[in-house]
Structures are given as C-alpha cells and as structure tokens.
C-alpha cells in the first residue's frame, strides 16, 4: 500500500497510562519462592528444558508437562546497558543498569544490577542474584557484583 493510499491516521502527543492484571496462577511458585529468598523456574520433564522465566507450558516442545526446580543464584554478566532516561513507569527511580546474566544452568535472565558503576562493568564479570521486596511488599530480584 502506497503512502498516499494509507488509511487517516490520528496521533496524539497524550500520555497513556496503562492498568493491568497479569494472572499467575500457573507460575505464582516463582513470585512465592522468591519471596523466602528462592529463585526457581519450570523444567519440562517430557524434553528436559529449563526454562526462565518460568513457563506454564514447555516452549520446546509445547508440553504441558512441567515440573518445579531451583536455580542457583550465580550468574556470569553476558552484556548490560546504562539506563540514564527512564521511562514513565521508572520516573521515581535514579538511572539505573540492566542486564543479561547467565546461570550456571544454561538459562539467560534479565534483571538490574544494584549497586553497579556501569563504567566499572565487563561481560564475563560473576554476578549474584538476590531477591527484594518493593515498598508494598511484592518479591522481585536484582543481580549483584559477587
């Protein structure tokens, strides 16, 4: 479709703020173990694959099948990325760094680095993960130098 054949379109330059329900019946054991300080994901006991975050159905080979594992906390920094501009849902917070982090099990998780100077920061570097709680008391993890 060419652009002059293009349907009118209307932009706005209003915020839109979003409210939402995410349900987690299926995978509420990770958010419950996080909250006594473990980190556990799902593992399909059909074709063996871990998966994080955890997954109600295999994305492998798309069973049902899976079965509750812990996960240790050591990771190895793979690349990250200085957050200086944050966006809305962030404003409340100093800039800040996210990362990528390899478990010794294979898996890749994503989660901010506390406490870290991002000028100081090398892929390869040990990392740690340790779980938080937010000022209303919903458990969510972090990466730390170890």
């Keep these: ?5 293009e349907p009118p379109t209307l932009h706005s330059k209003r915020s839109l703020n979003l409210r939402f329900n995410i349900p987690i019946s299926k995978t509420s054991r990770f ?5 006594q300080g473990k980190f ?3 593992k399909c006991a059909d074709c063996g694959k871990v ?5 109600a159905d295999c994305p492998n080979c798309m069973g049902g099948n899976v079965e509750w594992v812990e996960l240790g906390t050591d990771a190895e920094l793979l690349t990250f990325t200085f957050v200086q501009i944050t966006p809305t849902s962030f404003v409340d917070h100093d800039p800040y760094v996210v990362a990528i982090g390899r478990l010794k099990e294979g898996v890749n998780v994503l989660a901010w680095i506390e406490g870290a100077d ?5 892929p390869g570097e040990k990392l740690r993960i340790e779980s938080r709680k937010d000022p209303k008391g919903s ?3 972090v990466f730390v130098k170890a």
Aim: charged share 20%; hydrophobic share 40%.
């Design 51 to 55: 998966s994080f975050p955890p997954q």
């Design 139 to 141: 458990a969510y993890y």
């Design 1 to 5: 479709m060419a652009a002059r054949d």
């Design 31 to 35: 958010w419950d173990s996080l909250a």
């Design 118 to 122: 991002p000028a100081k920061l090398k």
């Design 40 to 42: 556990v994901t799902t």
